[in-house]
T-cell receptor, first 113, second 119 residues
Framework: DAGVTQSPTHLIKTRGQQVTLRCSPKSGHDTVSWYQQALGQGPQFIFQYYEEEERQRGNFPDRFSGHQFPNYSSELNVNALLLGDSALYLC????????????FGSGTRLTVV | AQKITQTQPGMFVQEKEAVTLDCTYDTSDPSYGLFWYKQPSSGEMIFLIYQGSYDQQNATEGRYSLNFQKARKSANLVISASQLGDSAMYFCAMREGYILTGGGNKLTFGTGTQLKVEL
């Protein structure tokens, strides 16, 4: 049973560019959340998608946007990249009321130069 | 105020010994859940254990147990019989409230504790 799959694993972008990160949730999961983890920090919640709609959003600017597709996969888009956007971006999927946790992917390491 | 506080940036433990990783939390919501995740150098967050605010007993999962002291708002992780493979970053996280439909709420993470298991 495949877990959460994220692509690409690593990415280098130039300041001002735009980037799209992708996530396929674990089979059977219908909710996808995105987190940003800066070096040496805990993950910070960006937003959560359920039924193709953004249901909850963290304290991130509008440069961060997302989408969820009918097959539950999701994309995270970041526009006008800043050096400070360099981080590990984690996707987590879940189903129903996840008493036993959210399943995370291995993340996409984004470096902005 | 920090919602999740982990005061130990780094910990060392001898193989086969037990170790306790500290976590305190802050919430006014009566319904919440506490999670511990392990993050090896590969980056993936691995779920270890969960404690619900209404759970009467402390959670246990194999070598992992959660010392839940509700009045003190602490949820310490205890790893028994440490193994070399336990060396990783450990994060405490909290989910406040829950949504009746869909996948639940966001997780708020602490800053983590780097655990190193030595021979």
């Amino acid at each position: 049973d495949a877990g959460v799959t994220q692509s690409p694993t690593h990415l280098i972008k130039t300041r001002g560019q735009q980037v799209t990160l992708r996530c396929s949730p674990k089979s059977g999961h219908d909710t996808v959340s995105w987190y940003q983890q800066a070096l040496g920090q805990g993950p910070q919640f960006i937003f959560q998608y359920y039924e193709e709609e953004e249901r909850q959003r963290g304290n991130f600017p509008d440069r961060f946007s997302g989408h969820q597709f009918p097959n539950y996969s999701s994309e995270l888009n970041v526009n006008a990249l800043l050096l400070g956007d360099s981080a590990l971006y984690l996707c987590a999927s879940s189903f129903g009321q996840p008493r036993y946790g959210y399943t995370f992917g291995s993340g996409t390491r984004l470096t902005v130069v | 105020a920090q919602k999740i506080t982990q005061t130990q940036p780094g910990m060392f433990v001898q193989e086969k010994e037990a170790v306790t990783l500290d976590c305190t939390y802050d919430t006014s919501d009566p319904s919440y859940g506490l999670f511990w995740y392990k993050q090896p150098s590969s980056g993936e967050m691995i779920f270890l254990i969960y404690q619900g605010s209404y759970d009467q007993q402390n959670a246990t999962e194999g070598r992992y147990s959660l010392n839940f002291q509700k009045a003190r708002k602490s949820a310490n992780l205890v790893i028994s019989a440490s193994q070399l493979g336990d060396s990783a970053m450990y994060f405490c996280a909290m989910r406040e409230g829950y949504i009746l439909t869909g996948g639940g709420n966001k997780l708020t993470f602490g800053t983590g504790t780097q655990l190193k298991v030595e021979l």
